[in-house]
């Protein structure tokens, strides 16, 4: 089985950064596809991003295009979420998720097999 522990919330005032980390063990990191999805009071969770195991193919929600990016440190076994320009309506609990190095899809949470604890990120204005 595969254990994720998060860490890198907190509270950041609307047009800040923030970096969440999320290291992995328990299997080869290097195999995992992983994502980022969030989830705010009274709303369900949603995708925010992805990237393959071989972190040759990224993907974004909408909302979050141009401000967010995802990366990752195989060497580290850790996948990272910079967070920049953040505005109030990013305030929620941030989970990372991780898979199997499978070509299906990303952006639906029943797509993947393992979790994190999740982490408090707060946007003021």
């Known amino acids: 089985q595969v254990q994720l522990v998060q860490s890198g919330g907190g509270l950041v005032q609307a047009g800040g950064s923030l970096r969440l980390s999320c290291a992995a063990s328990g299997r080869t990191f290097s195999n995992y596809n992983m994502g980022w999805f969030r989830q705010a009071p009274g709303k369900e969770r949603e995708f925010v991003a992805a990237i393959r195991w071989s972190g040759g193919s990224t993907y974004y929600a909408d909302s979050v295009k141009g401000r967010f990016t995802i990366s990752r440190d195989n060497a580290k076994n850790t996948v990272y979420l910079q967070m920049n320009s953040l505005k109030p309506e990013d305030t929620a609990v941030y989970y990372c998720?991780?898979?199997?190095?499978?070509?299906?899809?990303?952006?639906?949470?029943?797509?993947?097999?393992?979790w994190g604890q999740g982490t408090q990120v707060t946007v003021s204005s």
């Open positions: 998720a991780a898979r199997g190095s499978s070509l299906g899809g990303l952006l639906r949470s029943y797509e993947y097999d393992y």
